[in-house]
């Protein structure tokens, strides 16, 4: 791979707004820089289960997904047991017979799908696919060179997302507490309880219900919260449109 390749992988990764636009970066780029290739896609197993990432402009529909219905083909065997597959001609493949029904119907004759030295992510692979018996053959080095250097990027884009992700469930959970809080301590004002026989009655409603309990203390809360047609942090009005006076003013 040449010094550019790399300079436009990383730039790729600094302008990339999320995992999904820079996994599609690459894939067009494989196609760019791998001689024969008609179409490329990425491989990753999550939850125990392989599915495709991304894929360039032009792939085929379904010529990844066929592969791990069947549980057989070039991208899973090479996901699976981290040995590079190459296929020069599908007309003349006996391997994965199925598999090789559909893709020569969407017109690929020719594949090489590489294993991604992917971590903590198990089970991948880059999946370069050509329309020309043997058009994989002879760029099959520069192919490698690219997966080498795109399995260093996923790794730290999979990284990246997995901290996201795991900020927001952080962030989700810390506000879903706050409001429940809330509404365990409206509670206990209204019904003069503790905090233990509050937090027991908004649960048995919240099951009574079928209504998350998250969901059930931000209804409280916004209900007590606009009481009297009142916005929280507005003063309330007497009739005659006057502010009221505060009641912990004297």
């Known amino acids: 791979m040449s010094p550019e390749t790399s300079d436009t992988l990383e730039m790729a990764m600094v302008r990339s ?5 820079l996994l ?8 760019d820089e791998v001689s024969g290739a008609a ?15 991304a894929g360039s402009a032009g792939l085929p529909g379904g010529l990844d997904q066929r592969q791990y219905e069947n549980g057989s083909g070039p991208c899973v065997q090479a996901a699976e047991t981290q040995v590079e597959q190459y296929a020069p001609d599908l007309a003349e493949e006996s391997r994965w017979p199925g598999y090789r029904e559909y893709a020569l119907s969407a017109g690929v004759r020719c594949v090489l799908a590489l294993p991604l030295a ?7 692979a880059i999946n370069f696919y050509g329309t020309e ?3 994989l053959g002879s760029d099959r080095a520069t192919a490698r060179a690219f997966a080498a250097r795109a399995a260093d990027t996923i790794a730290v884009a999979l ?10 469930d952080v962030r989700s ?8 809080d809330q509404a365990i301590g409206i509670l206990m004002a209204q019904e003069r309880v503790s905090a233990q026989i509050a937090l027991a009655r908004l649960r048995r409603l919240s099951q009574d219900r079928n209504v998350k309990l998250r969901d059930l203390c931000g209804a409280l809360v916004a209900k007590v919260g606009g009481a009297d047609g009142a916005r929280p942090g507005m003063p309330r009005r007497r009739p005659d449109g006057r502010p009221s006076p505060d009641p912990g003013r004297r």
């Open 173 to 180: 959970a810390l506000l879903s507490r706050s409001v429940i």
């Open 133 to 135: 018996p043997g058009s």
């Open 159 to 168: 990284r990246i997302e997995r901290e996201r992700t795991s900020a927001a």
């Open 17 to 21: 707004s999320g995992l999904d636009t």
């Open 39 to 53: 179409a490329c896609s990425i491989t990753v197993r999550r939850s125990g289960r392989l599915l495709t990432l």
């Open 24 to 31: 599609h970066d690459l894939t067009d780029r494989a196609v």
């Open 118 to 124: 992917v971590e903590p992510e198990t089970g991948a």
